[in-house]
T-cell receptor
Framework: DQQVKQNSPSLSVQEGRISILNCDYT??????FLWYKKYPAEGPTFLIS?????DKNEDGRFTVFLNKSAKHLSLHIVPSQPGDSAVYFC??????????FGQGTELSVKP | GAVVSQHPSWVICKSGTSVKIECRSL??????MFWYRQFPKQSLMLMAT?????????EQGVEKDKFLINHASLTLSTLTVTSAHPEDSSFYIC??????????FGPGTRLLVL
């Protein structure tokens, strides 16, 4: 069963607008969540994380929101830039620090 | 920022040979490292957790005799794909935790078994 889901395989946004990437999870025992940006044939690049005891974390253009009751988190990128175009993965941290990844969402930011 | 390196970045080998991939944390010590693999157009799948000074913990369905993991020091973990076959061709990525709530990934190793 898929414990972490990203239901949108792709997202297209105009430059300067907001990008909202969504992620749902099923296990309420995850202790923190992370977002990664990835290009083909490269390792994921860490963007931002959030503890399960918080509901928001912000770092520059990136903000992650966590709604524990809905088991949902989202990554907001404002303003979006063409260089943000990549595949974005959300991940949840399980016991021992291992990560469970969603399927990824391919973001395309158009000039 | 934290850096995790992998070597080699790509390798081509003949079927039946063994391939070793190294993962190093360059500016921090990591008692635990993780090994993932990714098939084209798919997500990252955790293979095993590498523990410094003890045996690795493998995920269900991962053959421990096929994928040998050695975590010899606080900055180095190795993954050896033994008797590699074409179906082992994949993108292998390691990662390491640095403190709470951050896990950094290496650049990955692309393995092609002919």
């Amino acid at each position: 069963d898929q414990q972490v889901k990203q239901n949108s395989p792709s997202l297209s946004v105009q430059e300067g607008r907001i990008s909202i990437l969504n992620c749902d999870y099923t296990n309420s025992m995850f202790d923190y969540f992370l977002w990664y940006k990835k290009y083909p044939a490269e390792g994921p690049t860490f963007l931002i994380s959030i503890s399960s005891i918080k509901d928001k974390n912000e770092d520059g253009r990136f903000t992650v929101f966590l709604n524990k009751s809905a088991k949902h988190l989202s990554l907001h990128i404002v303003p979006s830039q063409p260089g943000d175009s990549a595949v974005y993965f959300c991940a949840a941290s399980a016991a021992g620090g291992k990560l469970i990844f969603g399927q990824g969402t391919e973001l395309s930011v158009k000039p | 920022g934290a850096v995790v390196s992998q070597h080699p970045s790509w390798v081509i080998c003949k079927s039946g040979t063994s391939v070793k991939i190294e993962c190093r944390s360059l500016d921090f010590q990591a008692t635990t490292m993780f090994w993932y693999r990714q098939f084209p157009k798919q997500s990252l799948m955790l293979m095993a957790t590498s523990n410094e000074g003890s045996k690795a913990t493998y995920e269900q369905g991962v053959e421990k005799d096929k994928f040998l993991i050695n975590h010899a020091s606080l900055t180095l973990s190795t993954l050896t794909v033994t008797s590699a076959h074409p179906e082992d061709s994949s993108f292998y990525i390691c990662s390491a935790n640095r403190g709470q709530e951050t896990q950094y990934f290496g650049p990955g190793t692309r393995l092609l078994v002919l």
